[in-house]
């Protein structure tokens, strides 16, 4: 039996559940990041969460009965991994041990900012419309009313952390882009496992190589931190995804990718509620604009809404060939 809309039974409860984990479990990893790394480095933070989140996926799909990847699948995961997690990720949470996490979920929205960019700069790539470069001035305007001077109340944002950030926009962007045209193998959760693999590899890697290893005070992580992993592992990056990608499978991609103007706000009110981060009438104002400016860009970069999908800063990409994609702004997923 099925709804008028030719749906299973409880199609609609589904449908409102999956939209409330992504919007509201996405938009609280920031939050989490941030007690994360309250007590633990947070390159090896990282590494171990995707490592394990990623275990568990590349483990289920197999035992589903998807085909063991190549080299050539390693290489691209490796890749992206890299691109996603390393230099996307691992500037998010590094940069949070200075930037509130509110403010750290508004100025990564500038990532399609980014993409337009890249893919304006590449040969035959595409002049972005008038509603797309409104839509950029608008975010550069409520960037700069996070980071420039005079912020009210005598806060300013950490501009090294901020800076950090803009360039986690740009290496997310860029593997983004990278994995519309990387061979991947069929299975979309197979294929974010290796990414995760790779990408908390590299992690690992790179906090060993600065020494994090050495700021690793076993006695002194806190219970709030270590529950914050587990919830970034669990939640962030696997029922984030799961939502997320079943999403994709039963609605548009346009509906489905309408998290990105609703992390930041998220993000925005839980900072405020449980870490003590300040919410101003100036952050009230970027908030708004930014998140205008996102919808603008999303929307009109386009040529057909439903074809447009966006990644988030905080999840490995789904292979092109498992979901409807715009070749200018990636394939989409989410953790």
Do not use: C
């Not at 949470?93 to 508004?106: H, I, K, N, R, Y």
């Not at 740009?170 to 974010?192: D, E, F, I, M, N």
């Not at 991609?253 to 100036?282: D, H, K, Q």
């Amino acid at each position: 039996m099925h709804d008028k809309g030719g749906h299973a039974p409880g199609y609609r409860w589904r449908l409102i559940s999956a939209f409330a984990a992504v919007y509201v479990i996405w938009g609280s990893t920031y939050l989490a990041i941030r007690f994360a790394v309250e007590t633990l480095p947070p390159f090896l933070m990282a590494g171990i969460r995707f490592l394990l989140a990623g275990g568990v996926l590349y483990a289920w799909a197999l035992l589903r009965g998807a085909a063991k990847p190549d080299a050539m699948h390693w290489r691209s995961a490796s890749i992206i991994g890299t691109l996603l997690l390393l230099g996307g990720n691992g500037g998010v949470v590094w940069a949070e041990q200075f930037v509130p996490s509110g403010l750290t979920a508004l100025l990564i929205t500038s990532e399609p900012f980014w993409v337009v960019i890249i893919v304006w700069l590449m040969p035959g790539g595409h002049r972005p419309t008038g509603g797309v470069i409104l839509g950029m001035l608008l975010g550069l305007f409520g960037i700069s009313l996070l980071v420039g001077p005079g912020h009210l109340e005598g806060n300013s944002v950490h501009l090294g952390g901020a800076a950090v950030l803009f360039l986690a926009t740009l290496s997310w962007a860029a593997g983004s882009l990278y994995s519309t045209k990387a061979r991947l193998p069929g299975s979309a959760v197979l294929s974010a496992g290796m990414q995760m693999l790779a990408g908390g590899a590299v992690l690992t890697l790179f906090g060993t190589l600065v020494g994090e290893w050495n700021k690793l005070a076993w006695h002194s992580m806190s219970a709030r931190s270590l529950f914050a992993v587990a919830y970034l592992t669990l939640f962030g990056s696997i029922v984030g995804f799961s939502s997320y990608f079943w999403l994709l499978r039963n609605t548009t991609p346009a509906r489905a990718s309408t998290y990105a103007f609703v992390n930041p706000v998220v993000a925005v009110i839980l900072g405020w509620a449980f870490a003590g981060e300040s919410i101003t009438p100036r952050t009230l104002a970027a908030t708004a604009i930014i998140v205008v400016s996102v919808m603008l860009v999303i929307l009109r970069h386009a040529p057909a809404a439903d074809e447009l999908t966006l990644e988030p800063l905080d999840a490995p990409a789904v292979p092109p060939a498992a979901v409807k994609t715009n070749p200018e702004l990636g394939s989409s997923t989410g953790v």
